[in-house]
């Protein structure tokens, strides 16, 4: 390792940063295999590309007023980092092993010298704890985020704390959730942020709308006896993709869907269809929806009255009226499509059937039914 406060020659920022260009490797990746501050080899290449040859002159080649100037700016990066220390360890200021730690997972960024200095704790003491063997703490903590990690890439990066601390407890282990949120900031997971949904409501004025019977009582008390339904729109290479859904709201289960590349009351029906076919729910259930045109069509509103489907619909303009349905495709979004581009109609049909099928009805955990998946919450109160 390159010693701390150690001056380089040209040439071997040259070839640095020629290792940077050719090595496939990343920018963290060449500094640490250096030793050297990730920000020193970037302002290494940042000069390079600006000076060319003329870049490193070292100091000794270097007017007064240039001198004085480098001065300035080593001084102003000094800083800079120092403060960037601070920002990102303001949290870890009490416990001398969070700081110790902080520096290690930092050293390819900033210089451990500076480091120890911005956080109060010696660089001896720092290199005396990294020789010192792991507490029985630090490696449960080890075995406990090797766990973690599994979890979270076996669902695709969709869970975060709460979802990640049910599962553990449901194989057995036994922790706090803050002790789950702490280690997957050291690991540097987190679940991946929602996306904005637009609206893709279309009202028929020639319509004459139902009553909002449902008024915002999500919940039921036994399957098939609130039915939400709703439709969004996934970009894809060859154009929209339309996605009908109809959700149970006993148990939160997408019981009925239908996906193709027009919005119309044939896709609506579709969807409404299959749940009625897999479900055969009895007379009197209740069907809540916006007032959008497919759901206000004289074929939707017969299809409904032949299988002695009451009707509810949303207030105009009123997205909170349908909330869960709403909730739902921002998970969706979120969880499987505003992280893929797909090419094609086939390759979004694919996914979203995994995701609605495979994934949410038996797989993810829903806070709503105690981390238990759709399909574990109804065999449970059967």
Known sequence: MMATGQTYDKTLKQEAVQLVKTSGKSQRQVAEDLGVAMSTLSRWCSELATHGEQAFVGS????????EMRRL?????TLRQERDVLKKARHLLAPVEERFRFIEQ????????LMCRVLSVSVGGFYAWRKRPPSAREQEDGTITEQIVNIYHQHQGRYGSPRIHAQL??????LGRKRVVRLMKQAQLAAHHTTHRVVTTRTDPRATPADNVLDRAFQAQRPDEKWVADGTYIATGSGWM?????LDLFSRRIVGWAMKGR??????????AMAVKHRKPAAGLLHHSDLGCQYT???????LKDHDILVSMSRKGNCWDNAVMERFFGTLKRECTSRTHFATYEEARTALFEYIEVYYNRVRKHSTLGYLSPVQFEIMKR
């Open 169 to 174: 407890r449901d194989e057995g282990i036994s």
């Open 263 to 272: 919005q119309d009351e044939v896709l609506v029906e579709q969807a409404v």
């Open 242 to 246: 339309y996605l009908a859904v109809v």
């Open 106 to 113: 930092h050293r390819g960024q900033f210089e451990v010298r």
């Open 73 to 77: 700016r080593r001084e102003n990066e």
């Open 297 to 303: 069509s004289q074929a939707y509103q017969a299809f």
């Open 60 to 67: 000794g080649h270097l007017q007064p007023e240039a001198e």
